[in-house]
């Protein structure tokens, strides 16, 4: 088979560099011992920044503050100069994302919130409480004002749902419960309806789990 390479030639190198300074302003297309690279270009570090966070989504997943990491400015310094000096210039600008309004470390949730234009937490009540957990990244706001909302998450509830709850609603309701999962209200009368069978239902599945580990619950 015959091998087809690349030649660059100065003028599509001047169209990718175009592009990438269109789209990051932060990247350019260079030739390096004989290979073409990306290479990360100083300059327009707002632009960069702008570009990443309008197509970036940041999803909390913790409930407590222990589970927010953060670090020692100091160190994230030393390690990111070593590691990228061309962020040297722009270092302090960089930092700064990682931020609070109440301390100066390095806070990864905080750099996170900075980076990215759309927040949320997962369920509704976890939505509540992360709003309340980040709300100094915004205090000038209540903290059921702020941006971070919440996206709750599906399940495939034919696989997901214990048997034991499908024989009951199966029993009690027949089979079309299976095609009313997103009807609030037919839901809140089989709640209404069904106290003594959901019961009976949950403890026929603490003996399953009883026997299954042998042990008693």
Partial sequence: MK???FIATAGAVAAVNRVLSRSIGRHQLTRVSGTWQ????????????????????????????AGH??????????????????LVPNLDAILALAHSPTAHDFNMTSLALHG???????????GRISSRLCADCWPQIEPQENP??????????PTFLHTAWSE?????????????LADAAYWRR????????????AERMRQRVSSVNGCAL
């Fill in 168 to 180: 009951v609603f199966d029993r009690h309701l027949g089979p079309d419960w299976r095609k009313r």
């Fill in 190 to 201: 089989v709640r209404m309806s069904c106290g003594s069978n959901a019961a009976g239902g």
């Fill in 3 to 5: 091998r087809r390479s």
């Fill in 38 to 65: 990306l290479r990360f270009a100083p300059a327009r570090p707002l632009a960069a920044l702008e570009a990443v966070a309008a197509n970036t989504v940041f999803t909390t997943h913790t409930v407590v503050p």
């Fill in 148 to 157: 971070l909302r919440s996206i709750t998450n599906g399940v495939h509830v």
């Fill in 116 to 126: 990215s234009r759309h927040q949320n937490g997962v369920s509704k009540i976890h």
């Fill in 69 to 86: 990491d953060h670090f020692p400015e100091d160190a994230v310094r030393t390690y990111l100069a070593a590691a990228c000096p061309e």
